[in-house]
């Protein structure tokens, strides 16, 4: 099972804002779904062959998650630059470990994460 739903809160409020304040971290913008507003998430952002791969920690019903399926895409601040992505998917584990470098940790099976989000670089 993923994080339970109420530590995204805790992050969203808390966290979130310190760690975007740092400017180290990946972050992700998105539009609400239903709002419409502008959302800023930092994000582990693991970049594969023509994309980028996201581990749902708090599993694919995250507000970000929907917001960004909803959309179609999003805008990813990564290593100084911001590039656009498109064609968010849900993918599963072994397509997701995959597509990802040997570099990359793989999440604690304890954390019962099965779930990724993968978005292609948007071209043109």
Do not use: C
Not at 97 to 118: C, G, H, K, N, Y
């Amino acid at each position: 099972m993923p994080m339970p739903l109420w530590w995204g809160h805790v992050n969203k409020r808390v966290f979130n804002p310190l760690t975007i304040a740092r400017g180290k971290s990946p972050v992700l913008t998105h539009v609400g779904r239903v709002s419409g507003a502008t959302y800023r998430t930092p994000l582990d952002a693991h970049p594969v062959d023509g994309g980028y791969l996201f581990i749902l920690v708090y599993g694919s019903r995250s507000d970000w998650v929907r917001n960004v399926l909803a959309a179609g895409g999003a805008r990813l601040q990564v290593d100084g630059r911001e590039v656009e992505l498109a064609a968010p998917r849900l993918i599963g584990e072994d397509e997701a470990f995959q597509a990802l470098s040997d570099e990359v940790a793989r999440p604690p099976r304890m954390l019962r994460i099965t779930e990724f989000l993968r978005l292609d670089v948007a071209t043109g």
